[in-house]
């Protein structure tokens, strides 16, 4: 093993760039925060806040061991190997750059909380705090840190494994492990756990539109940590990164733009902040793989698709709340499977086959049925033993004044308590206009 020699350049760009990562979890509670109704604002935010606290301790306790310990059968790594994150610079998974042993393992932790806070949105209004801290707790170990293994930590999905021989599967910074994951265990919580009471019948319209921009704007600028941060120091291919995050959230907000416009007949500010979303998802496995113009294609592709896909739980009966399928789930499988067509290095647009893109292809169906089906038990085990949804007259009133005892907006100049929670308890709100996927996008993102 080489000695280490530090590189004070590189360490400050990956602690720079956990940073903004991490910036992007509170980013995140403030756009979900915003969607929801007013009445479940502070349990929405808390969600992200609460795996922000889990996950990190989870993470140094066996995460990151699962995660980049020593491979054991190519599906997870030695779980007590790096146990309270004990090990030494020269076994930094960043070997070679310079960067510290914890500096490194402490990047790759702000993935994991905002991984596991992205599933929070598909079951909004409705679950049990207590019951997300254990399932976020759990499946950052269970299913996040085993599936980060299988892709960057030398397992079965990675450069080494058994799509490698057809061509090297390309993740640089998380389609597979962080959002086709979150994307597809927000789908089974969202089946588990069943809709909100009145799905598909009253309004359930995003209640603070200016919180949900502002926390759009936090995850655009947070995401540049995540993308050009995965370079692992300031250098050519980070630049490259930064340049075409920049250009395909931009293409993905004027295509998503696009589809309202076409089929509402006119643009929204949701849907302008759920397009940027979309791009930055979708650009995030391809960020060093891709030019800037075929980033701008990738980003008007995902937008599109997405704009489009987000309506598809009204037709299925779906209630994902806050579009984790529609944006996570579609937007990565689109910037995953694209890289095998507009890759610069073996893309079918630039003449090298198809086999790429058969590798991605493969590689994206192996995380979706992994994380299906380990997400799948998770869920069942826990509603068995806890429980999912609170009560439905608690779902009524609103989760924040019957579970948190506060609100988020005290408007009459006095705050409720548990006391008041029986004359607190308003009707559902009567609708303004039809709510159907064509007719508003409050609901439809």
């Not at 806070?117 to 207590?130: E, F, M, P, Q, T």
């Not at 489009?308 to 806050?322: E, H």
């Not at 998770?378 to 007259?393: F, Y």
């Not at 005290?410 to 029986?422: H, I, K």
């Amino acid at each position: 093993m080489e000695p280490f020699t530090l590189d004070t350049g590189a360490t400050a760009w990956i602690l720079m760039s956990a940073s903004l990562v991490l910036l992007m979890t509170p980013g995140l509670s403030l756009f979900y925060g915003g969607m929801v109704r007013a009445r479940t604002v502070l349990n929405m935010m808390l969600m992200s806040f609460t795996s922000m606290g889990v996950v990190a301790i989870a993470w140094v306790l066996g995460g990151y061991s699962i995660a980049f310990g020593s491979d054991i059968g190519m599906l997870f790594g030695n779980p007590l190997e790096f146990f309270g994150l004990n090990g030494t610079d020269e076994q930094s998974i960043l070997a070679g750059s310079g960067v510290p042993f914890l500096v490194a393992a402490g990047f790759q932790m702000t993935f994991a909380i905002i991984s596991t806070a992205i599933i929070s949105g598909a079951v909004a209004d409705r679950i049990k705090l207590g019951t997300w801290m254990v399932f976020a707790a759990v499946w950052v170990l269970l299913v996040y840190a085993p599936l980060c293994h299988m892709v960057w930590g030398g397992g079965l999905l990675g450069g080494d494994g058994v799509f490698a021989s057809i061509a090297e599967p390309v993740d640089f910074a998380g389609g597979t492990v962080v959002h086709i994951n979150a994307g597809i265990a927000g789908l089974v919580l969202a089946v588990i756990v069943g809709a909100r009471r009145g799905f598909g019948k009253e309004p359930m319209k995003p209640h603070n539109l200016p919180l949900v921009m502002l926390g759009a704007a936090l995850l655009w600028f947070g995401w540049f940590g995540f993308n050009a941060g995965s370079a692992g120091t300031a250098d050519a291919t980070a630049g490259l990164a930064w340049v075409n995050t920049t250009v395909a959230t931009a293409g993905a907000m004027l295509g998503w733009a696009l589809v309202e416009k076409i089929r509402d007949k006119h643009v929204t500010s949701l849907g302008a902040a759920s397009g940027v979303v979309a791009g930055l998802v979708a650009i995030t496995p391809a960020a060093a793989a891709l030019n800037p113009v075929t980033s701008i294609v990738i980003g008007l592709i995902a937008g599109i698709c997405c704009a489009l896909a987000v309506g598809l739980k009204y037709r299925f009966g779906i209630d994902d709340s806050l579009d984790v399928v529609g944006v996570h789930l579609v937007g990565g499988l689109v910037g995953t499977i694209l890289i095998g067509v507009l890759a610069t290095d073996g893309g079918l647009t630039f003449g090298g086959g198809v086999s790429l893109l058969i590798v991605q292809i493969l590689v994206a169906l192996s995380a979706m049925i992994y994380s299906g089906v380990l997400t799948t038990i998770l869920a069942l085990v826990l509603k068995a033993v806890m429980g999912w949804r609170i009560p439905e007259n608690d779902e009524v009133a609103g989760i924040d004044i019957t579970h948190h005892a506060e609100s988020g907006y005290d408007l009459a100049g006095g705050s409720l308590t548990r006391r008041d929670r029986g004359a607190a308890r308003p009707a559902p709100a009567t609708p303004t206009r039809a709510e159907t996927p064509a007719a508003t996008a409050g609901d439809a993102r």
